[in-house]
Structure formats: C-alpha cells, structure tokens
C-alpha cells in the first residue's frame, strides 16, 4: 500500500527556504529535498522539482528559470510552492491509492504575519493535503528532539533554519517566551559572499558560498586552520580567478549573523520567568535546525550566554519529525486536561 493506510495518516512537514521534510507517522523521514522550482518561462509548466532543480540553480538557459519559492521561512511565490508540495506527496503517494483523510502539520516561524501563515495552509490544501494546522517551528523543533515539553519546567530551544532564526522557552506544552529574527544559513551564505568581494575583490556564488560554509566554516575559534580553494570571477576585470581562503577568515565573515543570533538568545533569556530561567541554566539550551550544524556555533553560544548547549542528532529532521508526532501529543495532552476539568465540574 506504500507509505499510507488506506483511510487516514498524520504528516508532518518542514517547509524550509532551503529544504523541504516531510515525516510520515510510522515510516519517518521521506522526502528530504531542497525547496527548489525549475519552470519554463512563459508557460510555468515544472521543469524540475528539488535536488534535481536545485542543480540547474544560477545555470539555466533564459527559457527556464529555477527558483526557490520560499524566502525567510515564508512562501514568496504561491504558485510555485503549491507545485513542489503537490510533486513531493506524488512521490509518497501511489495514484491509485486511496487516502481518505490526510492531515498535515508544517512548521512555520513565528515572526510571519497572519496573511503569511495563511498562505501557507491554503498552498498544502491546494496539493491535496485534506486537513492542515501549522505550529511554530520551535515547538515543534522541541518535539522532535524528545524534549519533555508537557512538563511544569522551562526547557529552551533555538532552532536555526535557512532563512530564520527562532528561539523560545516552553512549559506545559506551550511557548511562554518565543521571539525569531530572519537570520539563518542564507545569511550566512550570503556574509560570506559580501566578505569575499569586499576584502578579495572577487565575486562567487551562493553554491561557493556555500561549499566554504559547510567544508571550513566555523564560529568559535579553532586549533585547527583549514584551508579552500575557490574560484570565482575578478570584481574589476570579470576574469576567472583563484583564491585561497582559510577558516579564519570564513570565521571573521560570519562574526555578524552569529553574534545576531547570540544576542537574540540572550535577549529571550532575558525575557524569561526566573524559575523558568534557573530550569534552563541546569537542563541546557537546545539548539536545532540545519543553521546549527555551524562548527562551533553551540561553543560561542554556550561560551556568551553561560548556559550548556546542547546540540541534538540529526538537528535539521526535528521540525518535520516534531509537526508529524503533535497531532498525537496535543491530543494526549488534552485528555490529561480534561481530567482536571472533570474535577473542578
């Protein structure tokens, strides 16, 4: 029968600016794929849906162009994303099977509008999702890490995605605190960019940028200076040229969108009920989301705020793990309560 039942299943989606995840109940992680569009130009008939999409980036012809529909956590082009959450459930779903009721849960920031968060509901309904809620991507970040989050103690989790930054404390299933800023692996990317052209002279892409990131990149110091080349296109003459950068540099690049996430940490510590605040400094904070994977972000965290990091296993799944497993846990959840409603009748 494939990934589903033939009446009902819980998915729960990450519908990331870089990446989407989708988790089915029972089967886990079954896509994992960058949130990326190849369209013909005109016709916006879909070319290519993710990885193989995200390969034509910045390389297309001028009759196709590949995008990626979402910016800073939210949809900038409806249509477009409405087509890729449509090819991804096609992938997970045989023709010929019958789905009675699809529910879906996607993780969304908290710092979109009422307009955003709407829109992306009304996109998943359009590619055949038969029930969709949304919850914010720190809560369900949490979930997805196994945190106890239905207890009476303050537990902190700063979930970094590609386009933006979230941070909240929760008790008793909820979100006392939360705050989000749009900084994110994006950022990142793009401060390298900036860096390079500025110091060096020489342009590169977002995929070099990228490469750096990821293979060298770092946020606290390190023993250990790493080196890359890279090539790019001279900002004065437009020639191709090589450069050699070490991690040291790559650090200096990123010293900006970092400390904008340490900050956004200590204000939300800040914010916080101090019993909430002394559960936090004993159990840790816990950081998640594909941004985290920064080598020696969770040390500079833990380094300026005093508290232990902790950073979870495979950080980039939780979100998408987290929106599958709410529908079972806030239902759970609601019949503890209705116990206590009960007795107070």
Not at 15 to 33: A, D
Not at 213 to 238: F, H, W
Not at 286 to 303: D, R
């Amino acid at each position: 029968m494939g990934f589903f039942d033939r009446f009902s299943t819980d998915v729960g989606v990450d519908l990331g600016t870089c990446n989407t995840l989708i988790y089915v109940r029972g089967k886990g992680i079954v896509i994992n794929e960058p949130s990326v569009v190849a369209v013909e130009r005109g016709t916006k008939r879909v070319v290519a849906v993710g990885a193989e999409a995200k390969r034509m980036l910045w390389k297309t012809p001028s009759d196709i162009m590949a995008i990626r529909p979402l910016k800073d956590g939210v949809i900038a082009d409806m249509d477009s994303t409405e087509k890729m959450i449509r090819y991804f459930i096609s992938k997970i779903i045989p023709k010929h099977q019958l789905i009675k009721v699809m529910r879906m849960r996607i993780g969304i920031p908290s710092c979109i509008t009422e307009v955003e968060r709407r829109a992306v509901q009304e996109a998943a309904l359009k590619a055949g999702a038969k029930e969709v809620k949304v919850i914010e991507e720190s809560l369900a970040a949490a979930i997805g890490a196994q945190i106890p989050i239905q207890e009476p103690a303050g537990h902190m989790v700063c979930d970094i995605g590609g386009g933006t930054t979230e941070v909240s404390v929760i008790s008793l299933g909820g979100m006392v605190v939360t705050s989000a800023i749009r900084v994110g692996g994006d950022e990142f990317d793009e401060a390298i960019i900036k860096h390079v052209r500025n110091v060096h002279n020489l342009n590169i892409g977002p995929g070099i940028a990228e490469q750096l990131k990821v293979q060298i990149g770092n946020a606290n110091p390190d023993k250990n200076i790493e080196k890359m080349q890279i090539k790019g296109s001279d900002a004065i003459t437009g020639l191709p040229r090589r450069l050699e950068i070490d991690s040291v540099e790559v650090r200096e690049a990123l010293k900006d969108p970092t400390n904008q996430i340490v900050e956004e940490i200590k204000r939300t510590l800040g914010k916080t009920p101090p019993e909430l605040t002394a559960d936090i400094y004993e159990r840790g904070i816990v950081m998640t989301g594909g941004g985290s994977l920064l080598k020696g972000l969770h040390k500079l965290v833990s380094k300026e705020t005093g508290v232990p990091v902790i950073l979870v296993e495979n950080p980039s799944e939780c979100v998408a793990i987290g929106a599958g497993q709410a529908f079972e846990l806030f239902k759970d959840m609601s019949s503890d309560r209705s116990i206590y409603d009960n007795l107070n009748n």
